[in-house]
């Protein structure tokens, strides 16, 4: 495979929207997140009032990759190779005398099963996106609460979370304004939600008048997808995509055949008949990618269209697009922003207002770097005081680096770039630092470049 990707070799744009297309304001809608379940779990389910208070800082808590055992109500932070970094029980971090006493120095036992990335499981649940991490909150504060009341050893808690989930985010919510959640986002837009900057607006515009096809492909419903796109790109938002996809269901849309999930017109925002073929562009609801990848043949005239899409899941975008589907995948991952950005040597050449694009861009999110947690990208293992550190990548890093193309912060990192900018593509033979874009996390440089970790 050659080392360089650029854009300007695709044929294909498709874009999540939910964090990559339209970016949120983090502390706003963590906290309206968190209120959704809460509400529910203390309503609907009795549980401890008290869920319904946060703290300023426990929102600290919230930090990518965390897996959660259902079962044992303990939070892990993974190794590469399955062995765990750091653990909590409830909100109380584990020492790391405990965490080698409890899962030594061996692969997690449901390692194999999440890392293989394909199934999803009661026995635990892996938070990688910013829709899911407040729920880790609430949960690990749902067990702080069973074991103050009831001394539990065995936790199920679980299905009232899944139940919490399933009324905020249902199909029909936004329409009959149930839940928390939407009905508070369709009131107050410009509290939760940022603007696309006019750079991506226009670098959209420019993808399209260089004859690139561009589908919007979003698990969210058409009615929650239409507000979304009209505040952050304006009422004519259609004009930017040739496609339009929600309901995705993703990843189902990547690995399901098209009897397992059709495509379904939408009348009204309601779902109509599925549809045999996928014969035209347009705006439609559900589908697979085998189909679309069909359709896109046609209009490209290709055997073989080459497909980039850009994602912020790793689970529901970059591992099945990758995986199922072949496609070039663009990573995003707003924690480049909560590093200062160090300028590595090669960039020296780029044009100053590039270089100087990220300097002041400090993070406005709760949580970049969890202090609980430390960095998403690297940690050091538990061992005894004396012992020497040894530090390792976390299983969310290798992640990166073994299924996306490239990572960047945002969309607007690479909107000022010329179509035909030769990225540094992830890869089994370059370093670990190759494929981030416009540099990589401190974390990952060498020690005398790093900053200290706590």
């Known amino acids: 495979m050659q080392q360089h990707f650029s854009l300007a070799d695709c044929d294909v744009m498709g874009f999540d929207l939910d964090h990559t297309l339209c970016r949120y304001h983090l502390p706003q809608s963590a906290r309206l997140i968190y209120d959704s379940f809460a509400q529910y779990l203390v309503a609907e389910k009795g549980y401890d009032k008290d869920l319904l208070t946060l703290a ?22 993974l190794a590469e190779d399955g062995t765990v970094l750091r653990a909590s029980h409830g909100t109380k971090s584990m020492t790391s005398e405990e965490v080698l006493e409890t899962y030594g120095r061996r692969e997690w036992k449901h390692f194999n099963t999440v890392s293989g990335m394909v199934s999803r499981s009661a026995k635990y649940y892996l938070y990688d996106n910013y829709f899911d991490l407040p729920g880790a909150l609430l949960c690990a504060r749902a067990v702080d609460s069973l074991n103050q009341h009831d001394g539990q050893k065995k936790y199920d808690f679980w299905k009232d979370m899944v139940a919490a989930i399933q009324h905020n985010y249902k199909i029909s919510a936004f329409k009959e304004d149930c839940g928390v959640y939407f009905p508070e986002v369709k009131n107050h837009p410009d509290k939760y ?5 006019e750079s991506v607006k226009k670098w959209l515009k420019q993808l399209k008048s260089a004859g690139k096809i561009l589908l919007l492909i979003t698990s969210s419903h058409s009615d929650y997808c239409r507000l979304l796109c009209e505040y952050i790109l304006g009422n004519d938002f259609e004009e930017y995509f040739d496609i339009v996809i929600t309901n995705a269901l993703k990843p189902g849309f990547f690995s399901h055949t098209p009897n397992q999930r059709p495509f379904r017109t939408l009348e009204n925002d309601e779902e109509q008949e599925a549809l045999l073929s996928l014969d035209k562009p347009g705006w439609y609801s559900q589908g697979n990618a085998i189909q679309l990848y069909e359709l896109l043949k046609k209009m490209t005239g290709k055997l073989d269209p080459k497909v980039v899409y850009f994602g912020d899941s790793m689970h529901s975008d970059i591992f099945p697009a990758h995986h199922y589907s072949n496609w070039e995948t663009v990573f995003i ?7 200062k950005v160090t300028v590595p040597a090669e960039t020296e050449s780029e044009p100053l207002e590039k270089k100087g694009k990220y300097e002041g861009d400090q993070p406005k999110a709760p949580y970049f770097v969890s202090k609980q947690w430390g960095s998403f990208f690297m940690d050091r293992l538990p061992g005894l005081e004396s012992a020497e550190e040894t530090f390792v990548r976390t299983w969310s890093c290798k992640c990166i680096s073994t299924y996306s193309t490239i990572a960047i912060p945002t969309l607007e990192a690479i909107a000022d770039l010329p179509l035909d900018y030769r990225f540094t593509r992830f890869s089994s033979n370059s370093s670990a630092t190759a494929g981030y874009y416009p540099s990589p996390p401190r974390a990952l440089l060498p020690n005398e470049e790093s900053v200290t970790m706590k």
Do not use: H, I, M, W
């Not at 800082?57 to 932070?77: A, I, P, Q, Y």
């Not at 991952?333 to 590093?339: A, N, Q, S």
């Open 56 to 77: 300023p800082d426990s929102l600290d808590f919230c930090c990518k990759g965390l897996v959660l055992d259902t079962e044992e109500g303990d939070f892990l932070k």
């Open 193 to 197: 939600l940022q603007r696309c900057p």
């Open 333 to 339: 991952l707003e924690e480049l922003l909560g590093d």
